[in-house]
């Protein structure tokens, strides 16, 4: 069963490309990684999923190496609105009976 | 396209009494799944429900349950309220089940027990 380790917290300035990494040392063949944020008093929101090399959309990019032990959430040129938490999950799918395991959450604080 | 509606908002009970929590998932969605959250565990699963059945279960006790209505509504029961029950209670929709598609959450209900 996977489990998930981030940074308690980062911190940056607008504009700058953020970058934040989740490790999953036992990660298993058909798991997938997906990345999500949480504002306060808010439910967490989808950013990205990706199974394995890297996976691009709207709002942002997800890096993910060949052992796929760990998976890097790449946020280019934040803004102060990206100031949130930020959780990985990581879904170990082998049968009915998987497993979500969320990691703790990065919280990212964007200074101006 | 209307989002995961969870009501109440907030919620306070005392300890020894039961709950029930509602979910009403996005329209077309046949999967609702729960979760705990508090400052010391994080987001925890509780459990799925698709097409009415649940679908798999978290390592929470029997004093948490749920059901789901033909409409993919669904409602989360906790029966005999203990003090560590205080949390954020987050249900999220999705099109098919938690480990084929993104999870849409709601806004959570916030439940205190005293």
Sequence with gaps: ?112 | KAGVTQTPRYLIKTRGQQVTLSCSPISGHRSVSWYQQTPGQGLQFLFEYFSETQRNKGNFPGRFSGRQFSNSRSEMNVSTLELGDSALYLCASSLEQVMHSPLHFGNGTRLTVT
């Design chain 1, 1 to 112: 069963l996977a489990k998930t380790t981030q940074p308690i917290s980062m911190d940056s300035y607008e504009g700058q490309e953020v970058n934040i990494t989740c490790s999953h040392n036992n990660i298993a063949t058909n798991d997938y990684i997906t990345w999500y944020q949480q504002f306060p008093s808010q439910g967490p929101r989808f950013i990205i999923q990706g199974y394995k090399t890297k996976v691009t959309n709207e709002v942002a990019s997800l890096f993910i190496p060949a052992d796929r032990k760990s998976s890097t959430l790449s946020l280019p040129r934040v803004s102060l609105s990206d100031t949130a938490v930020y959780y990985c999950l990581v879904i170990n799918s082998g049968g009915s009976n998987y497993k979500l395991t969320f990691g703790k959450g990065t919280l990212l604080t964007v200074n101006p």
